[in-house]
């Protein structure tokens, strides 16, 4: 486990650190991954649900799908892979970056601060009109579609659907940190939705020191220094407190 104690003893002396976590770090948390067996687009056609296209066609539909999905990820707590994070953040200081693809806020609810929600927040909704974004009202209260609190327009989830573009400064500022990185961690994301699956191998490709922490292979282990073939939470642990 030479490799588990030098990326350790990185991690501890990294001044500049940036992190990238996907849906498998809230797998623990009771929420399930796109591409998993069991992951929720197995039952979900995203064609149907997570598309302007889709929306256009059938927005009460596509709204009704969210607030499941809210209501869901609303019971859900954080688990110790996110609170570490945390923990990471507060050691590291200024020159830490955690960038997630999750709009499940779990990171935000755990605590992270230096945090970008590439996705969007699927807690969120955003006016389709001036753009104004909002936290919707608690689950038990809340009937889709909510219309803006500021112009009284129907508001769409504040999340990227695909095909449309990231949010503006939003992927300028991830990309910049990865650039500098001096150590990077991927932590639960397959790799394989661009342009965020970019990320880890810039940083590499830079010179940064690559950890990736995930049960199964994806196409930026090749790319790593060292790898971590298990859940979020037990490699973070083995990362922060081994
Ligand atoms: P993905 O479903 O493509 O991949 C999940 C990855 O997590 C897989 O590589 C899997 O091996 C790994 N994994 C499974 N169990 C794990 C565990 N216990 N610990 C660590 N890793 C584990 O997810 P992705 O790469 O994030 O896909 C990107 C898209 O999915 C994004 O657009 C994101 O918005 C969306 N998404 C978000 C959520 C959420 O907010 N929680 C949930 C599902 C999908
Ligand atoms: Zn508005």
Redesign the pocket.
Known sequence: MEHLATAQARLRSARRVAVLT???????SG??????AA??WKDFDPEEYATPQAYARNPQKVWEWYAWRYRK?QEAQPNPAHELLVRLEGQVGEGFLLVT????G?HRRAGSRRLVEL?GN?AQGRCERCEYRFALPAPEDFVPPPLCPACGFRARPD??WFGEILPEGAFERAWQAFALAELALV???????EPAASLGRLAAESGAYLIE????P?LLSRWADCVLRM???E?MQALLEG
């Open positions: 996907g849906a498998g770090i809230s797998k623990p929420i399930p991954t796109f591409r998993d992951g929720l990820v693809q999750n709009v499940d779990l996705h699927i999340v990227v932590i639960g994301t397959s790799a394989e939705v922490i995930n049960p199964e994806t859940g979020a939470v490699g």
